[in-house]
């Protein structure tokens, strides 16, 4: 009864290929996020999700997309991957509007290699 | 500058010691600070907040002071444990968002 799941855990892949993370959570949570932490673990912002309306940090790439097929899942979609987007990609999910706690996915380490 | 900024980077203490982190946030329209702890390999989880309308907030060794005119938060553990190491992260939900923007961390060590 995992509240936040995201896979896969690990994901190791070549420059150049599409991948994809994948989020849900059981929360009944109306916002759902994509941060990125890189090796001095600083966690940054990538997208958040709330009621239809995405707001994205411009300074991602637009080779990372979210998709929301439900308020319950929230994926990224990474095309053409690059050496520096390895990381660890963390899911999370909040009552956004009630400026609540944010519950954390287990995390995704991305390997680019 | 960074919207939330927090110091220090990292923080070595003795067991039993007391640890003190340190977090200022740009916008005075924040109205929620809550703080996470990562321990190696896992995920943020929380372990307390305050929101503007409190000054001051504890829970067992942990406690969290807002300063809202300073525009400061900060973060006390006392009687400090091995297993207190981690990293320690702020947030602040700015103003106008309800988006949790994070500091950089502490990595907190302490020794036995």
């Avoid at chain 2, 400061?72 to 702020?90: G, K, M, R």
Wanted: glycine letters at 6%; hydrophobic letters at 30%; one cysteine or more.
């Amino acid at each position: 009864d995992t509240a936040v799941s995201q896979t896969p855990k690990y994901l190791v892949t070549q420059m150049g290929n599409d991948k994809s993370i994948k989020c849900e959570q059981n929360l009944g949570h109306d916002t759902m996020y994509w941060y990125k932490q890189d090796s001095k673990k600083f966690l940054k912002i990538m997208f958040s999700y709330n009621n239809k309306e995405l707001i994205i940090n411009e300074t991602v790439p637009n080779r990372f997309s979210p998709k929301s097929p439900d308020k319950a899942h929230l994926n990224l979609h990474i095309n053409s991957l690059e050496l520096g987007d390895s990381a660890v990609y963390f899911c999370a999910s909040s009552h956004g509007t009630m400026n609540t706690e944010a519950f954390f996915g287990q995390g995704t380490r991305l390997t680019v290699v | 500058g960074e919207n939330v900024e927090q110091h220090p980077s990292t923080l070595s203490v003795q067991e039993g010691d007391s640890a003190v982190i340190k977090c200022t946030y740009s916008d005075s329209a924040s109205n929620y600070f809550p703080w996470y702890k990562q321990e190696l390999g896992k995920r943020p989880q929380l372990i307390i907040d305050i929101r503007s309308n409190v000054g001051e907030k504890k829970d067992q060794r942990i406690a969290v002071t807002l300063n809202k005119t300073a525009k400061h938060f900060s973060l006390h553990i006392t009687e400090t444990q091995p297993e207190d190491s981690a990293v320690y992260f702020c947030a602040a939900i700015l103003g106008g968002s309800y988006i949790p923007t994070f500091g950089r961390g502490t990595s907190l060590i302490v020794h036995p």
